[in-house]
């Protein structure tokens, strides 16, 4: 029996699993390190690059939509629905049809999303809310109700011409409604205050709920995320929520 | 002098090599905490984290605040914003953060009002924020209402005489015997003029405008801010022309004549909705600011001088 054929003393034997170990420990130390360090690239890129240049580059939409989806399945998609389609009974905006209180520029949506609306975070977006016109003594009942007429004529739906005119009056007087929704009522993204003139409303454009918004005001909230999630998700998500529905709408065009 | 040779030799301990090493790193050590503590820089990052824009004194001022403010400042997109721009908005933002760093280096809060004010109204601004959110549905208005119905009244109005014998002309039980003769002869319907005169009775002075007793119009709200209970209260059942009973007082004798009263109406919960509305909203707020100071006080070391201490 040859030397080389005997078997290896214990320590020896020890000694070589020990060395496979450790390189086995290593190439995994240096697989997760690679992986941190990519992740960690990617995000300096993200929060680095202007959102506007984002917004022309697809690999790093590709990477903001890979970390903002199970973020916005997680925190967003409560309120505005999984396919981003809101939920007017909450007054939560349809984001997939481009309704956008405070723009779509991704700098607005990423301010929206760090401070919120009305969340009571002192940088929360807070100008103005819509106010109970009824309730508060600005304008009565069948003001409100002519208004509704009015809102119903810019929406080219069927509606009470007289009321419509008298529904006018009101907004650009009694009412005051044009100051926040503008003269042609298309809103203002400096306010957050919706479009008028239909087809999508924030909370509904039929008459019964276009009254109560009069009558009752309105008062949305969006609960500011700066201390929950981490600056890279808030901009994935940013970048994520503007190119979805641009993309949507690209597709259906 | 020359050190031994088994300093050098690390095969063989040496006290004097350990000692040494010891103090060397006790000095380094030393040093270094002696330079971070006199150039009040402590630990400090050494670049820039991608989420922040600068750091000032180790404290981000993030992207987003930039963007957002240059877009603020100039009221154009960030992307259409220009270097110079961009470089004076930063600027600005680092000198307003190394203000209010001073500020609070300064401890401002501690004594300056307007920060402290302003410091109190963020923070219930913060904790009502989601009642302020919330809208009441008509069912819980309704409720409300029905609960707090004696609250909602339109206001009633007075036309009121408070008239008064003053104890020192006359003993107390004389005072209130002219007092009652006096509200006779009022129930009996001579002149309120004649039996002011007759009875020497003087007006209380409770209900004054601009100096001159206030025989017009009085709110009811501003007779419950004037009277004391028992003065208004006895106002209330009064109808036009009548005589309250004799009210002693500690300055006198009272009688209250009322001239004329427009008495409260009831509102029913379409004419009241907004002020239910309203009050719905500043109860939940009150509740909100209570819970939170009684939050505050729990977790507060609270020492009151023995003189008011409960």
């Not at chain 1, 990519?38 to 697809?58: G, M």
């Amino acid at each position: 029996m040859s030397e080389s054929a005997q078997p290896q003393p214990p320590a020896a034997s020890q000694r070589s699993r020990l060395r496979l170990y450790a390189l086995v420990a290593l190439l995994l130390a240096v697989l997760v390190g690679s992986g941190w360090l990519h992740q960690r690239r990617i995000a300096a890129r993200l929060l680095e690059t202007e959102p506007s240049e984002i917004l022309h580059n697809p690999q790093l939409i590709s990477d903001a939509a890979a970390i903002a989806r199970p973020q916005y399945q997680r925190h967003c998609a409560g309120c505005h629905g999984e396919a981003l389609q809101g939920d007017p009974k909450r007054g939560v905006p349809d984001l997939a049809r481009n309704v956008w209180l405070y723009g779509n520029d991704p700098v607005d949506v990423e301010r929206t999303i760090l401070y919120g609306i009305r969340s009571g975070h002192p940088k929360a977006r807070n100008l103005t809310d819509m106010p109970a016109l009824v309730r508060m003594g600005q304008i009565t009942t069948d003001d409100a109700h002519d208004a509704v007429e009015y809102l119903q004529s810019l929406a080219g739906h069927a509606h009470d011409e007289p009321a419509a005119q008298r529904g006018r009056a009101i907004y650009f007087n009694k009412g005051n409604c044009y100051d926040c929704h503008a003269n042609d009522a298309r809103g203002v993204t400096d306010y957050g205050t919706p479009a008028l003139t239909g087809p999508v409303y924030v909370y509904g454009g039929d008459r019964d709920t276009l009254y109560q918004t009069i009558l009752n005001g309105r008062h949305g909230i969006c609960p500011a995320w700066v201390n929950q999630l981490t600056p890279v998700q808030i901009r994935a998500l940013a970048i994520y929520l503007v190119t979805t529905p641009r993309a949507v709408a690209v597709a259906r065009n | 002098m020359a050190e031994t040779p088994e300093f050098f030799d690390i095969r063989n301990t040496s006290v004097r090599r350990s000692m040494v090493l010891l103090a060397s790193g006790a000095l380094i050590g030393l040093a270094i905490a002696g330079y971070g503590l006199f150039t009040a820089k402590g630990t400090r990052s050494r670049g820039v984290p991608p989420e922040a824009i600068a750091l000032v004194n180790q404290r981000q001022i993030l992207r987003s605040d930039f963007m957002t403010q240059a877009q603020t400042q100039y009221t154009v997109p960030f992307a259409q914003t220009s270097a110079e721009q961009r470089q004076k908005v930063l600027q600005d933002m680092i000198n307003e953060e190394l203000m209010m760093q001073r500020g609070l280096e300064i401890d401002l809060p501690s004594y300056d009002p307007d920060v402290r004010n302003a410091l109190v109204a963020g923070v219930e601004l913060e904790v009502t924020a989601d009642v302020l959110a919330q809208q009441p549905t008509q069912e819980e208005m309704r409720s409300y209402y029905e609960a707090h119905k004696d609250k909602y009244s339109s206001e009633g109005v007075m036309q009121l005489r408070d008239l008064l014998v003053r104890p020192e002309s006359a003993h107390p039980a004389v005072a209130h015997a002219t007092a009652s003769a006096a509200v006779a002869a009022l129930r009996k319907g001579q002149p309120l003029a004649a039996v002011i005169q007759k009875f020497k009775l003087v007006d209380s002075g409770r209900f004054m405008d601009a100096g001159h007793v206030d025989t017009g119009d009085i709110f009811q709200f501003a007779v419950r801010a004037k009277a004391d209970d028992a003065i208004y209260n006895a106002t209330l059942p009064l109808k036009d022309g009548e005589v309250s009973e004799p009210l002693e007082e500690s300055d006198g004798v009272h009688l209250i004549v009322m001239i004329k009263h427009r008495f409260p109406v009831a509102q029913n919960f379409e004419e009241a909705s907004n002020r239910v509305w309203t009050d719905l909203k500043n109860e939940a707020q009150a509740r909100v600011n209570a819970a939170n100071i009684a939050y505050l006080r729990s977790r507060a070391d609270i020492i009151v001088a023995p003189e008011l201490a409960q």
